[in-house]
T-cell receptor, first 114, second 111 residues
Framework: DTGVSQDPRHKITKRGQNVTFRCDPI?????LYWYRQTLGQGPEFLTYFQNEAQLEKSRLLSDRFSAERPKGSFSTLEIQRTEQGDSAMYLC????????????FGPGTRLTVL | RKEVEQDPGPFNVPEGATVAFNCTYS??????FFWYRQDCRKEPKLLMSVYSSGNEDGRFTAQLNRASQYISLLIRDSKLSDSATYLC????????????FGSGTRLQVQP
């Protein structure tokens, strides 16, 4: 499968714990994005990498959230001291840029904070 | 006001019907436009980009009206498999790479 992959697919954690998610983009894509989606809403942008550089962060990305893409390939998203409000689907997308900036999504990591 | 607004539906239509969704966006500097399809508890999948001159892909036709800042999607000859949520998506460009999504319009095609 040459699409975007994410791991784990599901994560249940207790409030206050730290969690880390991984995203592997489509191999030839240099752009990687993280989004969050809650029930009944469209995905909301969190952050964007071009190669290893984090170029854009949303105001949604509080100081408990950190994302890395150390070698310009896979990326990790860490949430520290999780809160119940962090429960959501965390989606990763990748793209090659271009005139229309099309983005292709992975299957997501569903986080439940108890 | 939301940046991208869609009627949430649901739109319940019989097989074979033609159905149209509209979407409005607030940022007149927006440069790229898309429709994504999302099945229940799955990731969004790119259905089609929307070009200024309008474009068609099989049973699907997308139109863009920049003056009125709205985007439309027309589905002809609806199939049961078209049942999903359709997300209107905008990229404002001007250095931003993030996509801004509407909340989606739910379509249910009935036999």
């Amino acid at each position: 499968d040459t699409g975007v992959s994410q791991d784990p697919r599901h994560k249940i954690t207790k409030r206050g714990q730290n969690v880390t998610f991984r995203c592997d983009p489509i191999s030839e894509h240099n752009r990687l994005y993280w989004y969050r989606q809650t029930l009944g809403q469209g995905p909301e942008f969190l952050t964007y990498f071009q190669n290893e550089a984090q170029l854009e962060k949303s105001r949604l990305l509080s100081d408990r959230f950190s994302a890395e893409r150390p070698k310009g390939s896979f990326s990790t998203l860490e949430i520290q001291r999780t809160e119940q409000g962090d429960s959501a689907m965390y989606l990763c997308a990748s793209g090659s840029g271009g005139a229309h900036n099309e983005q292709f999504f992975g299957p997501g990591t569903r986080l439940t904070v108890l | 006001r939301k940046e991208v607004e869609q009627d949430p539906g649901p739109f319940n239509v019989p097989e074979g019907a033609t159905v149209a969704f509209n979407c409005t966006y607030s940022n007149s500097a927006s440069q790229s436009f898309f429709w994504y399809r999302q099945d229940c508890r799955k990731e969004p999948k790119l259905l089609m980009s929307v070009y200024s001159s309008g474009n068609e892909d099989g049973r699907f036709t997308a139109q863009l009206n920049r003056a009125s800042q709205y985007i439309s999607l027309l589905i002809r000859d609806s199939k049961l498999s078209d049942s999903a949520t359709y997300l209107c998506v905008v990229n404002t460009g001007t250095g931003r790479r993030a996509l801004t999504f509407g909340s989606g319009t739910r379509l249910q095609v009935q036999p």
